[in-house]
């Protein structure tokens, strides 16, 4: 049998290898910090952003945003129903309410309606996800909220690469984090990056990430209890090397793509990421999202593809369906509200899309897909959605 096909890896040349080693053998002392602050800088940089903080992770930068801007117990944030939980979470750590919106059908992202339609006199900030790659419509939700003193938190972990009318990712909303997990398009391993405009909102940030001590203070003098939330020099390096590469890395995503695209034109009953006019997909993950009148489910379809040697990932479960939100109130007003979050959850995967995928590799899961489809299923089950199944129309 064929080699097994992974959904994610890294692209990792002898160039990242390099500044890697080099960081290991000098990234000390005095250069303790040197590779980060080349890091960040390339970044604010790449996203016309005043600062940007790298951190452990995309996590702690959504939870040191929203702890830097005061939000806490009582107040709400709106975050998408179809996203990864290191978008809600954070609210939960601030003690506030997530509060889970409903998702377009074509993006997959937050729209203006959808947020509209969960606003509350408490609600403080909205943590707006660029899924997938995708972009949802910032000009709508900057309209929705400007005058409403409700923040805009940019997750940007998945959309490195990907712009919006001319403008990057990473530069949207008051803030704006990566993640550079090993299964995203730029990585350190592990690592994030927050980004921001705002001189007091700097301040606070960085207080807040070293044990609530001044920037500069050598006497550790704690003003506050703060949080420890730091990049090592060895993860600031592999990430500038990856960064130096990020055209390459992000065209690479994209030929990827259109490989998929191609080798899928004219099969009925699949709908792919959307391709757009005025957003440039970053197409962090492929993705398909089958016709239900094909019988086949994400939980039947990734088992059959696992057997073919390739493996796929299930598209979010809706986050109010899980165990850690079930029986929350919020959770269950958005259980009966999100009807395109949870018509579309059961029918999507997310397709090998590793950067060191070539041509062949994407042919042979495209067709290993198409087979299965065009067969029943193992065991087909009785569809007993009430709300019946999401008409899928974006045919590629
Ligand atoms: C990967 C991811 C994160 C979390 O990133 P970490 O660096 O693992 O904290 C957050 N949001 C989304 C949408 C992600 O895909």
Not at 338 to 358: E, F, H, K, T
């Amino acid at each position: 049998m064929s080699e097994r096909i992974p959904v994610a890896r890294p692209w990792i040349t002898e160039h990242e290898v390099h500044r890697a080693a080099e960081a290991a053998a000098t990234a000390w002392h005095d250069r303790a910090y040197y590779y980060q602050a080349a890091f960040e800088r390339a970044f604010s940089d790449h996203c016309g952003r005043r600062y940007a903080v790298a951190l452990p992770s995309c996590t702690s930068g959504l939870h040191l945003a929203l702890a830097a801007l005061g939000i806490g117990p009582g107040d709400e944030v709106v975050v998408p129903d179809i996203t990864w939980i290191a978008s809600s979470a954070p609210v939960s750590y601030v003690g506030a309410t997530p509060v889970f919106a409903d998702v377009d059908p074509a993006s997959w992202c937050l729209t203006p309606e959808s947020v509209d339609a969960v606003l509350s006199p408490r609600t403080r900030a909205i943590v707006v996800v660029d899924l997938y790659g995708d972009m949802p419509d910032w000009d709508g939700l900057h309209a929705l909220t400007k005058d409403r003193g409700i923040a805009l938190i940019e997750d940007a972990a998945e959309a490195v690469g990907a712009s919006y009318r001319g403008r990057r990712a990473g530069s949207f909303g008051i803030a704006s984090a990566f993640s550079f997990h090993g299964s995203k398009t730029l990585t350190t391993g592990e690592g994030g990056m927050l980004l921001y405009d705002d001189e007091g909102l700097n301040d606070r940030c960085l207080r807040l990430r070293d044990h609530g001590r001044a920037p500069g203070d050598t006497m550790f003098c704690n003003e506050e209890v703060g949080f420890k939330y730091r990049m090592s020099g060895l993860q600031a390096a592999l990430g500038l090397a990856q960064f130096e590469r990020l055209p390459e890395l992000v065209k690479r995503k994209q030929d990827i793509f259109g490989w998929y695209r191609d080798a899928f034109a004219g099969t009925a009953g699949i709908c792919l990421n959307r391709t757009v006019a005025d957003i440039v997909n970053g197409y962090w993950m492929v993705t398909v999202i089958l016709d239900p009148r094909l019988g086949w489910t994400k939980e039947q379809l990734i088992p059959a593809m696992k057997a073919e040697g390739i493996d796929t990932r299930p598209i979010f479960y809706p986050l109010s369906s899980l165990r850690a939100y079930a029986e929350t109130p919020a959770a269950r007003a958005a259980a009966t509200r999100n009807a395109v979050a949870y018509r579309l959850s059961p029918y999507g995967i997310n397709l090998p899309s590793g950067p060191d995928l070539d041509r062949a590799s994407v042919l042979r899961v495209a067709e290993a897909l198409t087979d299965l489809i065009n067969k029943l299923p193992p065991e087909r089950k009785q569809n007993n959605d009430a709300r019946g199944p999401w008409p899928v129309t974006g045919v590629v």
